[in-house]
């Protein structure tokens, strides 16, 4: 073997050493942590690492909602009460032009919810479901991602909030946003709809009400949270418990009790946004 | 050097007054815009991009695609490029002026707009968008102006110029591929989440931005004595021919993975733009246009007889310019929001004063291109005919 080539299979060898060994590196210096990696055994049969995510490390709170669909299929009028609780309470107006409504919280039937689930042989109640769909708060949020102002951020309980002073109406959330859960001010939302009757039928004076050219969603009733009231939504729900808020990182708390036992599924799971909201059907 | 644009035939001065009458309209129309809000135009809060981003998204391109001509000239030393290379700087800073005002025509809340440097946020594309637009935009100013302000003395350009003139080659290469990044990294809009979206951007403003400033180098050979040169002109054909077959390859691979694929995610978008989605089409006769032209264009570009004739070549470069302008100007951005994310389809009509302030945007740009090269050509002209 002459010496080019021998220097060359060293070379060669070296960097396959260091690509293997570099992702590891790269992400125990990054990360603190070794994934995918160190089964122990070395059974053929055994996978080499698991497929899905890393599981979810509890750091502080994270606030999250339980939606039991068959409680607002059991209580008819539920829904529109949820919608019209957070709706009043968030002075979020009123236009009846689907296209440049706001909404918060409202219903959808189970294949606009669930658009990436098999609606084939589905049985007929499931059809028949009024699904609430609200933000999702999700813990990897694209729409906090994108914002160029930080006018959309999520706080330290785990909520994706919106400082509508600061938002410059570029709607780059919306585009990131894969549940449609926000709403634009497409118009003076403090003016009068096309009979003169003003779009936010009775103001509450304790929220703020939001100027045209800014966006909008819920925002898991994070001032009533902090004065250690429910969101409206889970207050309007009552004692039917359809909807259940609470800490998700806090094993004790009601939320997390309901999740150990019933099966939930959230929106869109595979796109990897991990929705704060879960849905027992 | 200014006084240049000043100076011109009745013809000249009738553009001027025709591109200010636009103007006009669409600043009348943007009062009302500003003063009702965005439901002036017809965006909803599912198509909830119009118009205006979408030209944005393809006058980077145009911005992007005087790289083409600069890059041989200072890389390679190609001499031939030496008089079209200002007028691609030039078209630069037009497209990129125009690309600011359709940013800011779009803002729900225009007096904001410096938010976005009071809380720079490095996560955002949108905020690195800021950045390399405007960067590219001073570059482009600097080098265009310091080489034309030397020709004018009759002195050779101060050294220091030249880093900038090189900077502003990979700079072009930015603009286009963080503009891809705005849309390609948004997890369930799937007919954006592709890899080779930047490259489709790029190669489609390869083709759009030369294409383009050929077409009025063509213009200006008959309307002036200002002529690029033969050699210039088959050079710049050639790249149009690739970056053009590059592109269409590229529309290509999208149909062939969302089809074959069959994931309903890739191919819902492509079924509405082609062929219409649950009795929507609105943009299916202008899209399968945009291949049609895209054709006649390639057929020119092919033909020996029709890339040597000025006529038909013109002919061929508008179809190409009107091709990418329909594909990335009007489908890709209307079409990745439909359907919506829950699944629904909202068609987007833009509205009449939209369309006017659209124009009015163009026109600005048209008016700032107009007297840069009416500078640009007047300089050269002198400097070279005595
Ligand atoms: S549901 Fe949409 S708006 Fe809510 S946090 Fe997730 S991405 Fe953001
Ligand atoms: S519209 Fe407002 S909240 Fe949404 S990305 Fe732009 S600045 Fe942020
Ligand atoms: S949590 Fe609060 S803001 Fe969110 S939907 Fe319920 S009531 Fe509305």
Redesign the interface.
């Known amino acids: 073997m002459d010496k080019k080539r021998r220097d060359f299979l060293k070379i060669a060898g070296l960097s396959a050493i260091a690509g293997v060994a570099a992702p590891t590196a790269l992400n125990t210096l990054f990360k603190g942590e070794v994934i995918a990696s160190d089964h122990g055994g070395g059974h053929g049969a055994e996978p080499q690492g698991q497929g899905h995510a890393k599981i979810e490390v509890p750091t502080g709170k994270r606030f999250g909602m339980v939606i039991d669909v068959n409680k607002f299929h059991r209580y008819e009028g539920l829904a529109e009460k949820c919608t019209n609780a957070c709706h009043s309470i968030h002075n979020v107006p009123k236009f009846t032009d689907p296209?440049?409504?706001?909404k918060w919280i409202w219903k959808?039937p189970y294949?606009?919810?669930f658009?990436e689930h098999s609606h084939y042989k589905k049985n007929d109640e499931l059809h028949n479901m009024p699904f609430m769909?609200m933000c999702n708060h999700c813990d990897a949020a694209?729409c906090v991602?994108?914002?160029?102002?930080?006018?959309t951020f999520k706080n330290k309980d785990g909520m994706v909030l919106m400082d509508f002073h600061?938002?410059?109406?570029?709607?780059?959330c919306?585009?990131?946003?894969?549940?449609?859960s926000?709403?634009?001010?497409?118009?003076?939302p403090r003016g009068k709809d096309k009979d003169g009757k003003p779009l936010i039928a009775k103001e509450n004076t304790k929220f703020p009400t939001r100027?045209?050219?800014?966006?909008e969603k819920c925002n898991f009733c994070a001032e009533r949270i902090a004065v250690g009231q429910e969101p409206a939504c889970v207050e309007a729900c009552g004692a039917t418990k359809a909807m259940i808020f609470g800490d998700l990182n806090d094993a004790h708390s009601e939320i997390s009790q309901v999740l150990k036992k019933q099966y939930t599924i959230q929106r869109?799971p595979a796109?990897?946004?991990k929705p704060s909201v879960f849905y027992i059907i | 050097m200014i006084e240049k644009a000043l100076k011109g035939s009745s013809l000249y001065w009738t553009w001027i007054c025709v591109l200010l009458g636009i103007m006009g309209i669409g600043a009348f129309c943007y009062v009302q815009q500003y003063n009702y809000g965005l439901g002036y135009t017809g965006m909803s809060r599912d198509v909830s991009w119009g118009l205006y981003i979408s030209q944005f998204t393809f006058l980077v391109g145009v911005a992007a695609g005087g790289v083409m001509v600069v890059l041989p000239y200072y890389i390679h030393d190609y001499k031939t490029f030496g008089r079209i290379t200002i007028l691609g700087e030039f078209l630069a800073i037009a497209s990129v002026a125009m690309c600011l005002m359709f940013i800011m025509a779009d803002l729900g809340q225009p007096l904001r707009a410096l938010n976005v440097l009071l809380h720079p946020t490095l996560n955002s594309m949108l905020f690195w968008d800021m950045i390399v637009l405007n960067g590219y935009l001073a570059l482009n100013i600097i080098v265009g102006t310091v080489v034309l302000q030397a020709e004018y003395k009759g002195t050779s350009p101060p050294a220091w110029y030249k880093p900038f003139a090189y900077l502003s080659i990979p700079w072009a290469i930015s603009i286009h591929t963080v503009t891809a990044f705005l849309y390609c990294g948004l997890p369930g809009r799937h007919f954006w989440l592709t890899a080779i979206l930047a490259p489709r951007f790029l190669a489609s403003a390869f083709a759009a931005g030369p294409a383009l400033l050929l077409f009025i180098a063509l213009i200006l050979k008959r309307t002036t004595k200002f002529d690029i040169g033969k050699e210039a002109q088959n050079k710049l054909v050639t790249i149009i021919t690739y970056a053009a077959i590059l592109n269409f390859f590229f529309l290509g691979l999208e149909f062939f993975v969302g089809y074959y694929s069959n994931l309903p995610g890739h191919m819902h978008t492509l079924d509405y733009l082609f062929w219409g989605l649950h009795g929507y089409d609105q943009l299916v006769p202008f899209m399968r246009f945009s291949l049609f032209l895209g054709a006649v264009a390639l057929v020119v570009l092919f033909t020996p007889q029709l890339k040597k004739n000025d006529k038909t070549l013109g002919v061929g470069l508008v179809c190409l310019f009107f091709a990418l302008w329909i594909d990335k100007g009007l489908g890709l951005v209307l079409g990745g929001f439909v359907p919506n994310p829950l699944e629904y389809v909202t068609e987007y009509t833009p509205s009449l004063g939209e369309m006017c302030i659209t124009l009015a945007v163009w026109a600005t740009g048209f008016l700032i291109l107009t007297l840069l090269y009416k500078i640009a050509i007047s300089v050269k002209l002198e400097k070279e005919l005595p």
């Open positions: 296209k440049v409504e706001l959808e294949e606009h919810a658009t769909v694209p991602r994108v914002c160029p102002t930080q006018a600061r938002c410059i109406g570029c709607r780059f919306m585009a990131a946003c894969p549940y449609g926000r709403s634009f001010n497409w118009s003076d100027t045209r050219g800014v966006v869109k796109l990897g946004t």
